[in-house]
């Protein structure tokens, strides 16, 4: 089955500061790969998502990037605010199956 | 996005009782919806696959006996916890995938049980 990992797994930026986190996935037929952001006690919410098809997608100050070739993907927030704050998964979906990477907690500082 | 419903947001309920949380779609058909169990700091971990109208495909190692999941309707999934104990005592979410190929995976609030 499909394997995706997540790194970093704590990521502490100062406000105004960009935030990276990277995932890799192992199966090849994966051909979707949402990102959500989970704030304490409330279920994920996609926030920005791309398909196969294509090597980037931004909205507004957050982005993702996409190399079939390597298998990984990246999320991307520019300018951090403190709202930014939260744990944040991405995943691979394939064969009617979501698998998750394990998450990081970004933590952004006033 | 596509609005899901999830209820009750918190339950507290004695061993050996059973408790429902039902995940709904407001404003769209799901055919498929997951339930998802979340231990603290963890990720989120797949119990089961629901399909409307047929039975649940359950993850290697959870108990369908226990875990009791119905789907309806094209917006409706529930989700028993019979007999429940403390160990039972977790986040559980739903999500549903709305339509076409890959659909976009939206997830509940999160139902927060706690058995005492």
């Known amino acids: 089955g499909e394997n995706v990992e997540q790194h970093p797994s704590t990521l502490s930026v100062q406000e105004g500061d960009s935030a990276v986190i990277k995932c890799t996935y192992s199966d090849s037929a994966s051909n979707y790969f949402p990102w959500y952001k989970q704030e304490l006690g409330k279920g994920p919410q996609l926030i920005i998502d791309i398909r196969s098809n294509v090597g980037e997608k931004k909205d507004q100050r957050i982005a993702v990037t996409l190399n079939k070739t390597a298998k990984h993907f990246s999320l991307h927030i520019t300018e951090t605010q403190p709202e930014d704050s939260a744990v944040y998964f991405c995943?691979?979906?394939?064969?009617?199956?979501?698998?998750f990477g394990s998450g990081t907690k970004l933590n952004v500082k006033p | 996005g596509a609005v899901v419903s999830q209820h009750p947001s918190r339950v507290i309920c004695k061993s050996g009782t059973s408790v429902k949380i039902e995940c709904r779609s407001l404003?769209?058909?799901?055919?498929?919806m997951f339930w998802y169990r979340q231990f603290p700091k963890q990720s989120l971990m797949l119990m089961a696959t629901?399909?409307?109208?047929?039975?649940?495909?359950?993850e290697q190692g959870v108990e369908k006996d226990k875990f009791l999941i119905n789907h309806a309707s094209l917006t409706l999934s529930t989700l028993t916890v019979t007999s429940a104990h403390p160990e039972d005592s977790s986040f559980y979410i739903c999500?549903?995938?709305?339509?076409?190929?890959?659909?976009?995976?939206?997830f509940g609030e999160g139902s927060r049980l706690t058995v005492l």
């Open positions: 995943a691979a979906y394939n064969f009617n199956k979501f698998y």
């Open positions: 999500s549903a995938k709305g339509t076409g190929p890959p659909g976009e995976l939206f």
């Open positions: 629901s399909n409307e109208g047929s039975k649940a495909t359950y």
């Open positions: 404003d769209f058909q799901a055919t498929t």
